[in-house]
């Protein structure tokens, strides 16, 4: 018993015993481009005082994941419905399961990066997200426009779906603004660019397909048939 105790005065904190304690529990940071580069159980770091520009797309993604569950179930319903009360193609039949498959794979995928790359500010996670966003507004413009049978609800509920990942789409690059403010290298750059451009461009063909879609059907509409 040391000199302190024998007075009576409380006992010292063990100094290295809370240090070691701090940082087995405190959250660890560490620099990386990616959520994919981050070890387990520790969070990558923002980078120039990043924040989110658009704090509410978590729940966004959260509801629009339900909805992507609705629409590919019933998308699931119509094909084999189509298959077999309609002259079907057989190998149109399994390109489009093929593709209905597809949509709840590169949606999550869609969702997991768009959701750390607007979080943290990563380069390689925003530019997969553009890239993916890209990849899904295309693969649900083919169910929309080229698809061998379309149905009214069909159009209704893939323009809504459409319509969702571009509004996650711009949200996306109004976060890529505060993250290409950095010092990043000229292949993360033209990376965050192409993205960006891949999004405008399936964007574009959209509104241009809706468009022609309509004038298409306007002229079904006015002129008369033939007796």
């Known amino acids: 018993m040391n000199d302190a105790e024998k007075q009576g005065s409380p006992p010292q904190p063990d100094i290295a015993g809370g240090a070691l304690y701090g940082t087995m529990f405190a959250p660890l940071h ?33 509801a629009h994941s339900y909805f992507v569950y609705i629409y590919v179930f019933y998308m699931f319903v119509f094909a084999f419905y189509k298959g077999y009360t309609l002259e079907y ?27 750390w790359g607007c979080e943290l ?11 993916l966003n890209a990849v899904v507004m295309t693969l649900l413009m083919y169910f929309l426009f080229f698809q061998a049978y379309i149905f009214p609800i069909d159009s209704d509920f893939l323009t809504v779906a459409i319509l969702l990942v571009m509004l996650e789409s711009c949200c ?47 002229e079904s509409r006015v002129q008369p048939h033939a007796s």
């Open 30 to 62: 560490t620099e990386c481009s990616s959520i994919l580069q981050a070890p387990p159980g520790i969070m990558p770091a923002t980078k120039g005082g990043y924040s989110n520009v658009t704090p509410w797309i978590a729940k966004l993604f959260f």
């Open 172 to 218: 996306g690059i109004v976060n890529m603004l505060p993250a290409m403010k950095r010092n990043l290298s000229m292949c993360s750059a033209m990376l965050m660019f192409t993205g960006i451009m891949a999004v405008f461009a399936a964007g574009g063909a959209f509104f241009c397909l809706l468009i022609r879609g309509h004038d298409v059907a306007t």
């Open 89 to 115: 193609p057989s190998e149109r039949v399994w390109q489009e399961m093929v593709g209905i498959m597809a949509i709840p794979f590169f949606q999550h995928l869609r969702f997991y990066f768009g959701f």
């Open 121 to 131: 500010g990563l380069v390689y996670d925003l530019s997969a997200f553009s890239f």
